[in-house]
T-cell receptor
């Protein structure tokens, strides 16, 4: 089945630094990938939709300059949290869809970001 | 507006008992419906999905869900719950094509008593 690998699974960084999270589709090509943020005991909030070779589409209220998304290939999308602050600490999850979406959306295992 | 409602935030059942998790949706087009399960600190695992056809969908781990268009519902059921089923369950709705975003419900946290 479709597998999405997300790395790193956990990261601790100092306030003011940047952190990059990678999302790879291992056995399929993902034209579109999605980035979500999840606060403790809450649901997933879509941050942005990442399309290969084009600019990401951000949801209302998400700072595009703070959460940089790059989708340079059909198997890799990255989320960079720039100038991270403690309030950016959260669980970030990516997902990708197989062609046509008929197989559903496969999720990565998530990245726990802690900014100290 | 597109939305998903999971009315039950927490549910506790005894091991071996039956389970039903409720999900209602609002979606302007033909919906693609999903149920995902999430263990603490983990990503989401797809339990089952409905795109078209038979309205009773079988999934993994003994789960099933029934799509009822007239009620805009997609409830998840399991006849006999195991302790390992304790987790967070999310219902989601999306459109066709794989490029449409998923809209998630708030989730239902399931606890299983021995």
């Amino acid at each position: 089945g479709a597998v999405v690998s997300q790395h790193p699974s956990r990261v601790i960084c100092k306030s003011g630094t940047s952190v990059k999270i990678e999302c790879r589709s291992l056995d399929f090509q993902a034209t579109t990938m999605f980035w979500y943020r999840q606060f403790p005991k809450q649901s997933l909030m879509l941050m942005a939709t990442s399309n290969e070779g084009s600019k990401a589409t951000y949801e209302q209220g998400v700072e595009k300059d703070k959460f940089l998304i790059n989708h340079a290939s059909l198997t890799l999308s990255t989320l960079t949290v720039t100038s991270a602050h403690p309030e950016d600490s959260s669980f970030y999850i990516c997902s990708a869809s197989t062609a046509g979406g008929v197989e559903g959306y496969t999720f990565g295992s998530g990245t726990r970001l802690t900014v100290v | 507006a597109q939305s998903v409602t999971q009315p039950d935030i927490h549910i506790t059942v005894s091991e071996g008992a039956s389970l039903e998790l409720r999900c209602n949706y609002s979606y302007g087009a033909t919906p693609y419906l999903f149920w995902y399960v999430q263990s603490p600190g983990q990503g989401l695992q797809l339990l089952l999905k409905y795109f078209s056809g038979d309205t009773l969908v079988q999934g993994i781990k003994g789960f099933e869900a029934e799509f009822k268009r007239s009620q805009s519902s997609f409830n998840l059921r399991k006849p006999s719950v195991h302790w390992s089923d304790a987790a967070e369950y999310f219902c989601a709705v999306g459109g066709s094509g794989g490029y449409n975003k998923l809209i998630f419900g708030a989730g239902t946290r399931l606890a299983v008593h021995p």
